[in-house]
């Protein structure tokens, strides 16, 4: 599916996937550089419209250091699988904590450049 961000034309992608005999939902998105209200809006709308009512239980990037793709994890998941608990599988009300805090900052972002457009620029 399309999604809204910085990158016009950025895609998401909801995948089912399995650990431990139990099947799992991951959201694998990138363009969350939310720039504008509408933008805001939109990933809310792919979130609560599609991610939520798919049990989605993971929040992964296509860009390395963002989000849980970091190195830590990796190591994290050689250790423990295919015994231990995957450690980016969140679990639903985690992911929904978690995107909630995502959405909430790109809020504050998007307001706190109101007050001052060139303090937040992308990096």
Same mark, same amino acid.
């Given at each position: 599916? +399309?999604?809204?961000?910085?990158?016009?034309?950025?895609? #998401?992608?909801?995948?089912?996937?399995?650990?431990?005999?139990?099947?799992?939902? $991951?959201?694998?998105?990138?363009?969350?550089?939310?720039?504008?209200? =509408?933008?805001?809006?939109?990933?809310?709308?792919?979130?609560?419209?599609?991610?939520?009512?798919?049990? #989605? =239980?993971? #929040?992964?990037?296509?860009?390395?250091? $963002?989000?849980?793709?970091?190195?830590?994890?990796?190591?994290? +998941?050689?250790?423990?699988?295919?015994?231990?608990?995957?450690? +980016?599988?969140?679990?639903?009300?985690?992911?929904?904590?978690?995107?909630? $805090?995502?959405?909430?900052?790109?809020? #504050?972002?998007?307001?706190?450049?109101?007050?001052?457009?060139?303090?937040?620029?992308?990096?």
């Amino acid at each position: 599916m +399309l999604t809204p961000g910085h990158t016009d034309g950025t895609l #998401a992608v909801l995948a089912p996937v399995r650990h431990l005999g139990r099947t799992h939902t $991951i959201f694998l998105f990138s363009g969350t550089w939310m720039t504008s209200q =509408e933008s805001r809006l939109a990933f809310e709308h792919v979130f609560d419209d599609f991610g939520r009512p798919m049990g #989605a =239980e993971s #929040a992964l990037s296509g860009h390395p250091g $963002i989000l849980v793709n970091k190195v830590e994890y990796w190591e994290q +998941l050689g250790r423990q699988y295919p015994t231990g608990p995957h450690p +980016l599988l969140l679990g639903e009300e985690r992911f929904d904590r978690y995107m909630s $805090i995502m959405l909430e900052c790109g809020s #504050a972002r998007l307001a706190a450049m109101e007050e001052s457009p060139d303090r937040l620029t992308r990096p």
